[in-house]
Structures are given as C-alpha cells and as structure tokens.
C-alpha cells in the first residue's frame, strides 16, 4: 500500500508544474536501483490535450511530439537521442496514455553523470504522416548553424548543454512555425547521477499550460519494449 502526494512548485501565468511521488508506507525497500551504469529511461506516460491553437478551425487537432536529449556521451562523440510521435483526429479535452514504459523520450540508455532533455509539443497543419522526417532535418539542420557539435566537444557543463538544447528547441519550434505549425507546449529538465535519488528514479513531473498537460516519469529500464516510437541517434 502506498500514499501519493502532490506538492505544487512553480506556477505562472503560462505554465504550471507538479511533482508527484509515490512514497510507500511500509519500511520495506521495494527496489534497488544500482547508480553504476544502470540504464534507465525517461518517458511520457500520458497527456491531454487541453486547448487547440487554431479553435476556431478543424474540429480535430492532430497534435505531435519533438523530444531531444543530451547526456554525458553525447559530448566524446556528438549526437542527439531524438524521438517523435504524430497524434492524429484528438479533440479538446482527449487524454492519451501509454501503457507499459511510455512514450520514450530517452533511453533506455545509462546516461552517465547527467542527461538534458528537451520537449516539444506541436500543432501540424499540414500532413502529419510527414512530420517526423521533416523535424528531423530541422533538428540535424539548426544544430549544425547553432554550432552544437563545437561546443559540445569543447565538453561545457551540464548546465551549459541544458542552455544550448534549449535554445535548439526554440529554433526547430520556429522552424516549423514557419511550415505552420504551432507550437502547444514546451518543457524541459536535466537528471544528474550524483544525487538521491539517482537522476530521480521512480518520480514523476506534471507539467501544463492552456493547451497541454503531460506527465513525464523516469524508470530503470534495460530494454525497450519495441513498441511504439523508438529514439534514435542523430549524429551531428
């Protein structure tokens, strides 16, 4: 049996975020997680859709997912794990859930001392089938003109490749503006080794906005189950 607490931490007019912990009531240590290399991964567990951008059009939204990570290896040799995943015919107020790990937007991978991460939330206006071939090619195109492989190579800090990746983020968001998409929602997080618990296993963040919700957790995971969008490496 376990209790569950909702401790709110920042909140603004835009975005509001929630941590959620799960925190067992008896003394029983239910797991072990081994801090040396063990892969982990973190994931979307679900997400609704709270508002469109364009209401006063389509009755349908056809929403999609852009996530990028760096972690530690990323520096030696650089590349970015990138996923993305169309929702096509959701309407105001539709929840999508994953069953199982999630909709993985790292991992599973042992990510070394950190790992960044960075989420999109986008609107498509044009055929969504394309989209993850074309944010691909935005996201490989803007982090060779942001110069990312230059300074990821340079080795900054965790703090450093946070800034950047965000700032990636920023430049595919408008990238795709531009293609007419909108963007929805936009969140991002770093998880760090050498802290308790490591890279905060077993936790879950809840994060919104007017248009979107979502929750993402971190887990221990050896393998993927190989449903789903899988990441991949986009070596820059």
């Known amino acids: 049996m376990s209790m569950h607490y909702q401790i709110f931490l920042v909140s603004s007019w835009q975005t509001s975020y929630y941590l959620t912990i799960t925190k067992p009531m008896s003394k029983t240590k239910t797991y072990d ?3 040396e290399k063990q892969p982990i991964a973190v994931t979307i567990t679900e997400f609704t859709l709270l508002k469109k ?3 006063f059009l389509e009755r349908y939204s056809e ?31 539709d929840t999508i859930t994953f069953d199982g790990q999630g909709h993985l937007i790292y991992g599973p991978k042992y990510p070394g001392s950190f790992v960044t991460y960075s989420i999109l939330f986008m609107e498509s206006d044009a055929d969504i089938r394309e989209a993850g071939k074309v944010v691909e ?12 492989k230059t300074i990821l ?13 965000q700032k990636l983020t920023e430049l595919v968001s408008k990238r795709m503006q531009n293609n007419k998409d909108d963007e929805l929602y936009r969140r991002n997080g770093t998880l760090l080794r050498d802290v308790k618990p490591p890279y905060d296993i077993l936790r879950t963040y809840v994060g919104e906005n007017d248009f979107i919700r979502s929750k993402v957790s971190i887990i221990p995971l050896e393998e993927s189950n190989g449903l789903g969008s899988q990441v991949n490496e986009v070596s820059l």
């Open 53 to 55: 951008a364009d209401f």
């Open 63 to 93: 929403p999609y997912i852009v996530s990028m990570a760096i972690d530690e290896a990323g520096l030696a040799n650089p590349a970015i794990s990138f996923n993305t995943m169309p929702f096509p015919n959701m309407r105001k107020g």
């Open 137 to 148: 090619e935005v996201v490989k195109s803007e982090a060779v003109d942001l110069g990312l």
């Open 153 to 165: 190579q340079a080795q900054p800090t965790y703090g450093v490749v946070a800034s950047v990746l």
């Open 33 to 35: 997680f081994k801090e």
